[in-house]
């Protein structure tokens, strides 16, 4: 399993992948929004969505897990 953590303290803007799903490397997973930007998050590797541990609207942190992939 690899975590996909947050880079920054932001509140998620949208969720663009769901469970089961396969991705690839630098696909972006999820879109962060901090101090009115909008900051892409990507997958660093390909593989299949595990889980997804914030949704649309939660504030995360810095080296929060946002995803887990198998």
Same mark, same amino acid.
């Given at each position: 399993?690899?975590? $996909? &953590? @947050? ?9 663009? !992948? *769901? ?7 630098? /696909?972006?997973?999820?879109? $962060? &929004? @901090? ?9 660093? !590797? *390909? ?7 914030? /949704? ?15």
């Amino acid at each position: 399993m690899k975590n $996909l &953590e @947050s880079t920054m303290a932001g509140t998620v803007f949208t969720v663009n !992948v *769901a469970v089961g799903e396969e991705v690839s490397a630098g /696909q972006v997973v999820m879109v $962060l &929004e @901090s101090m009115k930007m909008e900051i892409p998050v990507e997958a660093e !590797v *390909a593989g299949k969505v595990a889980t997804i541990n914030a /949704q649309e609207g939660d504030f995360v942190n810095e080296g929060d897990v946002l995803v887990t992939f198998e």
